[in-house]
């Protein structure tokens, strides 16, 4: 099973700020089959990226996706107010398995 | 509207047995597979079973391997997940999603929540 360990755990930044998150995996992931999710409270997953660098339908330009192997990073390059959310990257080899998440807060 | 509606969550004594449904709108659901993935409270999210378009191919996560079993019926746009021998630690939120491009779940139900409990 390819383990997916996240960091920063928790991201304090003011709107308008860069975030950058990290997903490193145990062993090397596929590119085509690293995504990423944002997840509000009460709420279910939104694909956000796929294929480590795709953007989904819908998704704003400042949500970029990059990384190769075993490190991937999500960016957003200026915070929104509703950016502020858990961010759980995935990959689909044999079997998926998702990271434990990043909380983006308010600073 | 692509949709996914999942039912059946509740409460279970430890032992005992649920089944999930999702029903499916919106898209052409006999062309996806599909995934049920959960999440404890207050935890991360756990993949728990996925299951080909034409339930050629079933996997499952090695937690529930041998207690679940996912199903589909591509004629009534659902997707079912039966849970036996149920423990504490199935407590969760279960959702339904769709395998996207290139392996991703690009389409979540709202969840349904099962909870384990004597």
């Known amino acids: 099973e390819i383990v997916l360990t996240q960091s920063p755990g928790t991201l304090s930044l003011s709107p308008g700020e860069r975030a950058t998150l990290s997903c490193r995996a145990s062993?090397?992931?596929?590119?085509?089959?690293l995504a990423w999710y944002q997840q509000k409270p009460g709420q279910a997953p939104r694909l956000l990226i796929y294929g480590a660098s795709s953007r989904a339908t819908g998704i704003p330009d400042r949500f970029s996706g990059s990384g190769s192997g075993t490190d991937f990073t999500l960016t957003i390059s200026r915070l929104e107010p509703e950016d502020f959310a858990v961010y759980y990257c995935?990959?689909?080899?044999?079997?998926?398995?998702f990271g434990q998440g990043t909380k983006v807060e308010i600073k | 509207e692509v949709q996914l509606v999942e039912s059946g969550g509740g409460l279970v004594k430890p032992g005992g047995s649920l089944r999930l449904s999702c029903a499916a709108s919106g898209f052409t659901f006999s062309s996806y597979s599909m995934n049920w993935v959960r999440q404890a409270p207050g935890k991360g999210l756990e993949w728990v079973s996925s299951?080909?378009?034409?339930?050629?191919?079933?996997y499952y996560a090695d937690s529930v391997k041998g207690r679940f079993t996912i199903s589909r019926d591509n004629a009534k746009n659902s997707l079912y997940l039966q849970m036996n021998s149920l423990r504490a630690e199935d407590t969760a939120v279960y959702y339904c999603a769709r395998r996207g491009s290139l392996g991703s779940m690009d389409v979540w139900g709202q969840g349904t929540t099962v909870t384990v409990s004597s």
């Open positions: 299951i080909s378009s034409s339930s050629s191919y079933i």
């Open positions: 995935q990959q689909y080899g044999s079997s998926p398995t």
């Open positions: 062993q090397s992931v596929s590119s085509s089959y």
